[in-house]
């Protein structure tokens, strides 16, 4: 007994060094922060090329990102299963260039960047080439003349004049001859407006890149509009006409030119990933000055794929949430209704904020007990009433978001995020309490699961601990082996001090 | 602002809590491959009648929802039985039919149900709602105990049972639990029922406890706890202690009813009984344990492990009149 206490007490203690000892080894040599704080937003951007393969050879060219505006492109990681790979130069471009003979299954390619916007510089000059005119259909070149003499009319110089044609492409309702230039070509605002710039003799080009959001999984190219106004380059956004750099834009390619272009295949698409990371200056500066061999992010979760470190974000906050469980459980003494249950609700609350998560929860946690007290007097089989309690909460969640985004309160969208059934069990096993022990039981053991949810989930949202687990997934192990020391606790918990208090005073 | 007690004071009074019960007692002298007998009341009811320990007559079991109309109809010739989950915990999903009321059948509690709720009971418990993890169960229809008339006036609409904690086959404390209004005639402490202490050496009561509290009275029929004295006393420990060596777990509760005609008789085993003892006892748990192991390193045999509880565990004064009431 005492043995087993010992090898246990030693496992731990060694596990809980070695967590610590990794983390300090990498806040002292690395410069890792060990708080969030000073921190820059480097964002990982992660390229899938996709595509089907056609008869014979294939090549992929892939445009890769000019960093322009002040982004720093920290690391490049290509994954080229199979296939020859090679980056070419050319006249200051970079391509990436994929190859292979023969190819029978659908491919994904991959391409990883880290970037951050170490400045907040607008683009660089540009060279100002006069566009030619378009090749238009004769239809086509006599609206677009209609179109340009009108807004000619109403303008003053080029930045006007652009801004009245996005205005008129960008109505709901365009007039006739900007809705005829629409029609035929497909909708296309932002090839209307470069073909239409043109004729006008105004140099214009697109600049091509991504619309940072964190967690977005399949985010495409978009484009903004470059004008030459005589004195400069003044960028565009083609649907709004806000002129300047958005901040959330990543520029990836300027001027003319395609990003993908893929030979001896079909249905090709490039989409991205998104993720944005907390780092800190230091690091990020670090990283910079080596980013060809800097072993620190292949030891850590940045190395995984974008969407798995997303995942990762929050399967790793877990672990912390089963420790406020285990405490409250085995110091405290708090009875819950199912041992993870109070995770569940709390990983919930992450998504819905704490406030709207009890007010939802509490809502249909009653309304479902209420319905389920009808459902009682059916005498349905268990698997069978469940199941019905199952689909009134369903309809419950339904009701609750359309009934609150008709009133305008978006959060109770949220409410997806409950965990279906284990809220149909909640209901169902605490029915059964309030028949069985009273309404007493049901209001102890539904406020000690509450109770350590919340605590869970104000753990789990605190943006130290998120950091660290995050930054510092070692840490995993120290708290594995205060777990396990909590196992082998056999002291009292606070419940039973209270429990017995009677007990040792009468003596 | 809420009283509690010092852990020093708990542990100098010997009080066990429920993280050491777990590790030090039932993890480490209970095996897990001894639970299923146990935790099934069929195979404890089977293994005790080999033994020819005495357990309350077995109407039927009910394995099967078709099952279930047949039952009821056989029920209806019966006055009085139980039914219960086979593999239920903490004594949840047990209806208790005392008598008839023409169709309907009349609870503990005094409560009339009729044929369709009987349906929908069992059909709870083949689903296993009040089974140890869900899993689905079976049903089982015991004869009902005709408790011994002694005890009755200590237990209000309610089966009084004893409850024996064994460690390592020898008796190591003792309690009744009587039903109360409060309790809803089920005797659980923590809903209202009182729990008597009950000295291992005679027999008699030590102390009683409701809600926690030192009563000396049933608080509806009024018997006083005080004369409480078990009848056949000896029979009820030598029961305890067969069940430890049936079932090979050194730590285990032994739920006993006494009943008029043939005595004490096994109602039940626990291989994770509760703390609640220590406070009908108003002692710790901790000393007689290891008192109790250092007596089942010497004892030779199931008798003397016996005597020598009784004699090292008899305590002489109650509580009762230390309070004063």
């Given amino acids: 007994m005492s043995e087993s206490r010992f090898q246990v007490a030693l496992v731990a203690g060694l596990m809980i060094l070695f967590g610590l000892g990794l983390t300090a080894y990498k806040v002292l040599r690395l410069d890792l922060p060990l708080t969030p704080g000073e921190s820059r937003e480097v964002w990982t951007i992660e390229s899938k090329v996709s595509f089907k393969p056609s008869s014979g050879p294939t090549s992929v060219e892939l445009q890769l990102p000019e960093a322009l505006a002040g982004w720093v492109v920290l690391e490049e990681h290509f994954a080229s299963s199979g296939f020859g790979?090679?980056?070419?130069?050319?006249?200051?471009?970079?391509?990436?260039?994929?190859?292979?003979?023969?190819?029978?299954?659908?491919?994904?390619?991959?391409?990883?960047?880290?970037?951050?916007?170490?400045?907040?510089?607008?683009?660089?000059?540009?060279?100002?080439?006069?566009?030619?005119?378009?090749?238009?259909?004769?239809?086509?070149?006599?609206?677009?003349?209609?179109?340009?003499?009108?807004?000619?009319?109403?303008?003053?110089?080029?930045?006007?004049?652009?801004?009245?044609?996005?205005?008129?492409?960008?109505?709901?309702?365009?007039r006739q001859d900007a809705e005829f230039l629409l029609g035929t070509y497909q909708g296309n605002a932002t090839r209307v407006l470069l073909d239409t710039l043109a004729l006008a003799a105004i140099p214009s080009h697109t600049v091509r890149g991504i619309r940072l959001q964190d967690g977005r999984r399949r985010q495409t190219l978009t484009a903004l509009l470059e004008v030459h106004t005589g004195a400069g380059w003044l960028l565009l956004d083609p649907h709004t006409g806000v002129s300047g750099m958005p901040e959330d834009f990543f520029p990836w390619q300027r001027g003319e030119g395609t990003v993908l272009r893929v030979v001896g295949g079909r249905d090709s698409s490039l989409e991205f990933a998104l993720l944005r990371n907390s780092l800190s200056a230091k690091t990020v500066v670090s990283m910079e000055q080596r980013s060809e061999d800097f072993a620190l992010l292949d030891f850590s979760i940045y190395a995984l794929p974008v969407e798995q470190q997303g995942i990762f974000k929050g399967i790793l906050l877990l672990p912390v949430a089963a420790l406020v469980v285990v405490l409250m459980r085995i110091l405290v003494g708090i009875s819950t209704s199912g041992t993870f249950m109070p995770i569940l609700i709390a990983l919930a609350f992450l998504q819905t904020t704490l406030w709207v998560g009890l007010a939802i929860f509490l809502s249909l946690v009653s309304v479902g007990l209420w319905i389920r007290s009808w459902l009682s007097h059916l005498n349905l089989l268990l698997v069978a009433r469940v199941s019905a309690v199952v689909i009134v909460v369903i309809l419950l969640m339904a009701t609750l978001a359309v009934l609150s985004y008709k009133m305008g309160l978006d959060q109770a969208l949220t409410v997806t995020f409950f965990p279906t059934i284990i809220l149909s069990w909640t209901i169902e096993r605490m029915s059964i309490l309030w028949e069985e022990e009273g309404p007493r039981e049901v209001v102890k053991q539904g406020g000690g699961s509450?109770?350590?949810?919340?605590?869970?989930?104000?753990?789990?949202?605190?943006?130290?601990?998120?950091?660290?687990?995050?930054?510092?997934?070692?840490?995993?192990?120290?708290?594995?082996?205060?777990?396990?020391?909590?196992?082998?606790y056999t002291g009292y918990r606070l419940s039973e001090l209270y429990r017995f208090r009677d007990l040792a005073n009468s003596k | 602002m809420i009283r509690l007690v010092s852990p020093s004071t708990l542990r100098r009074h010997g009080i066990l809590g429920m993280n050491r019960r777990n590790i030090s007692f039932i993890s480490a002298w209970n095996e897990r491959r001894n639970y299923p007998l146990v935790d099934n009341k069929l195979l404890t009811k089977t293994a005790a009648l080999d033994r020819g320990i005495p357990t309350p007559e077995l109407y039927g079991v009910i394995d099967h929802q078709f099952q279930i109309a047949r039952m009821v109809d056989d029920l209806m010739d019966r006055q009085g039985f139980v039914i219960k989950p086979v593999q239920g915990s903490g004594g949840k999903g047990i209806l208790v039919v005392v008598g008839r009321e023409g169709e309907g059948f009349v609870k503990s509690s005094g409560a009339v149900i009729d044929a369709s709720d009987l349906r929908r009971h069992t059909s709870n418990i083949l689903a296993g709602l009040y089974s140890l993890g869900g899993r689905n169960d079976f049903a089982m229809i015991e004869a009902l105990i005709d408790f011994n008339p002694y005890l009755a006036q200590f237990s209000y609409e309610g089966v009084p049972d004893v409850r024996v904690i064994v460690f390592r086959g020898v008796p190591v404390m003792a309690m009744i639990r009587c039903a109360t209004h409060a309790s809803d005639g089920k005797a659980n402490l923590h809903q209202g029922a009182v729990g008597v202490g009950i000295d291992i050496g005679t027999g008699r009561s030590i102390a009683a406890v409701q809600h926690g509290r030192l009563v000396t009275s049933h608080p509806d029929t009024g018997a006083s706890f005080r004369e409480l004295e078990l009848p056949d006393w000896e029979a009820i420990l030598d029961l305890a202690a067969s069940c430890a060596e049936m079932t090979g777990l050194g730590y285990l509760g032994a739920d006993?009813?006494?009943?008029?005609?043939?005595?004490?008789?096994?109602?039940?085993?626990?291989?994770?009984?509760?703390?609640?003892?220590?406070?009908?006892?108003?002692?710790?748990?901790?000393?007689?344990?290891?008192?109790?192991?250092?007596?089942?390193?010497?004892?030779?045999?199931?008798?003397?492990?016996?005597?020598?509880?009784?004699?090292?565990f008899h305590r002489p004064e109650p509580v009762f009149e230390s309070v004063g009431s």
């Fill in chain 1, 85 to 174: 790979f090679t980056v070419i130069e050319e006249g200051g471009r970079k391509q990436a260039n994929w190859t292979r003979q023969t190819l029978e299954h659908p491919t994904t390619l991959y391409y990883k960047i880290q970037a951050y916007r170490a400045t907040l510089d607008q683009l660089p000059g540009y060279p100002v080439v006069n566009p030619e005119a378009p090749l238009l259909e004769a239809d086509q070149q006599a609206a677009m003349e209609r179109l340009i003499a009108d807004l000619q009319e109403r303008s003053t110089d080029v930045e006007s004049f652009t801004r009245l044609l996005i205005q008129e492409l960008a109505q709901p309702e365009p």
């Fill in chain 1, 450 to 488: 509450l109770l350590v949810a919340v605590l869970a989930y104000l753990v789990m949202s605190a943006p130290l601990v998120a950091h660290l687990t995050f930054n510092f997934p070692e840490l995993l192990i120290s708290l594995l082996g205060v777990i396990l020391l909590l196992g082998k």
């Fill in chain 2, 256 to 312: 006993i009813v006494l009943d008029r005609q043939r005595g004490p008789m096994l109602l039940e085993l626990n291989a994770r009984p509760g703390l609640a003892i220590q406070v009908a006892n108003q002692e710790g748990l901790v000393h007689r344990l290891q008192v109790a192991s250092r007596i089942a390193d010497e004892a030779a045999g199931h008798e003397e492990r016996i005597r020598l509880a009784r004699e090292t």
